[in-house]
């Protein structure tokens, strides 16, 4: 075999000409090449043959993929077109994305290595800071989202502080308000609005409202999630009262066992230790008021785990003692599902599993958290997207 076509096999080249291979002072392998005839004077938006314009800014390099230990370069004439729709731009090369500095089998590397191992693993490994990561990602996301439809055909969505469709994550975007959920349904376009038949959200109305405008045909059904995140959220309440109460009567040590009891409210019953059930034992002992709150928020939990028709004569029952509880967080509550019903119980009907959105949520959460130092929330989406809606690329050369 020539060393022209061994050098380009080495470096994965395709439609591209090697011209001259050299080793740098420092180390680094620098191969000169150039893209083939019918690659030359494209726009690298459009892909139209353009006529040149001008030289642009000299000889540019590209990094690669490492050759063994080797540090390896592409180097090339960056010559400017100017095309009928995009202007004055820098020709299209085949080896790497339009505005990077990294080849395309280097960003897929990193994209692939961000969504499958650590942090300090793509950055050692690949030799770039983890800010890097964050801009290559963004590229191969917007690449691998343009090459497909993520939005078609959806027919049950989810709505959360973040967008998802049964497990795949479809649409993200910075913001939590009226707006963002407006610019998704404007994206989804009138006719894919209407396919949609059931909506898995919460009861706010910056999400409901707008759905309910422009999806005709969607069911909401409220995220039960939220729904016993409100409930715990009333027995919270009723807990600092509590213990407001009995630090203002000077009683401090009923204070002290209130204050350590939030945990064993939280927990799932069955979920307990043998200390934290005696410890809610004790709670029944000193606070009826607080007590009937924690059996009022287990019983809500409990409808979200039997069979629909089991549920909705248990949200019937847990409506009337709920009414009658003297709790002022719980009568509250009581009163909002009342007026939310409908939503309420499409949700047990249709079993809209929200484990699947909590997941998402959990995963991103996790994501987010790696995203620590990215630029900007962009960077963080394009991570999601790639790990959660199904954009990674596969590894080069595979
Ligand atoms: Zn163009």
């Known amino acids: 075999m020539r060393p022209v076509r061994i050098w380009k ?39 139209r043959r353009c006529p040149g314009y001008d030289w642009g800014e000299g000889r540019r390099r590209w990094r690669a993929l490492d050759l063994g230990t080797t540090f390896a370069y592409l180097e090339a004439e960056a010559p400017r077109v100017q095309c009928r729709r ?29 969504v499958n191992t650590s942090k300090t693993a793509v950055s050692e490994l690949m ?34 502080e973040i967008s998802v469709d049964s497990g795949r994550l479809v649409w ?11 610019k998704f349904l404007e994206l989804l376009g009138k006719q894919r609005c209407e396919q949609i038949t059931l909506v898995s959200c919460d009861m706010a109305e ?24 409100l409930a715990t959220d009333a027995l919270d309440e009723i807990r600092r009262e509590v213990w407001n109460d009995a630090r203002n009567a000077g009683q401090a040590q009923l204070a002290k066992e209130l204050k350590g009891a939030r945990f064993v409210l939280w927990k799932n019953p069955d ?8 410890k809610l034992a004790r709670l029944q002992e000193i606070n009826q008021h607080l007590y009937r709150g924690y059996l009022l ?26 009414r009658r509880c003297r709790l002022a967080p719980f009568v509250k509550l009581a009163k ?24 998402v949520n959990t995963q991103i959460r996790l994501i987010t958290r790696r995203g620590f130092g990215y630029h900007s929330p962009w960077a963080v989406i394009a991570l999601a997207m790639l790990t959660l809606g199904g954009l990674c690329p596969p590894l080069p050369g595979r």
């Open 297 to 322: 928020c287990q019983q809500l939990r409990i409808i979200y785990r039997v069979p629909c028709e089991h549920a909705l004569v248990l949200l019937d029952a847990w409506l009337t003692w709920a």
């Open 336 to 359: 909002t599902i009342t007026k939310q019903r409908a939503g309420i119980e499409a949700a047990l009907r249709h079993r809209l599993s929200n484990a699947r959105v909590e997941q």
């Open 172 to 182: 993200a975007h910075p913001g939590r308000d009226r707006a963002t959920v407006e």
């Open 9 to 47: 096999k080495l470096l994965a080249l395709e439609r591209a000409v090697v011209e001259e291979v050299e080793l740098e002072q420092g180390g680094a392998l620098v191969v000169s090449v150039r893209p083939n005839a019918r690659e030359r004077g494209r726009c690298p938006h459009c892909r």
């Open 271 to 278: 979920r307990l230790t043998e200390r934290q059930k005696l």
């Open 206 to 229: 910056w999400i409901t409202k707008p759905i309910g405008e422009r999806c005709p045909n969607a069911e909401v059904c409220y995220d039960p999630f939220h729904l016993v995140k």
């Open 86 to 114: 995009h202007g004055v731009v820098v020709a299209a090369v085949p080896w790497a994305r339009h505005d990077s500095n990294f080849t395309r089998s280097f960003e897929d590397q990193t994209a692939w290595l961000a």
């Open 127 to 160: 030799r770039i800071a983890w800010r890097t990561v964050g801009w290559i990602c963004g590229r191969v996301m917007a690449e691998q989202q343009a090459g497909r439809e993520l939005l078609a055909g959806l027919e049950r969505i989810g709505v959360d």
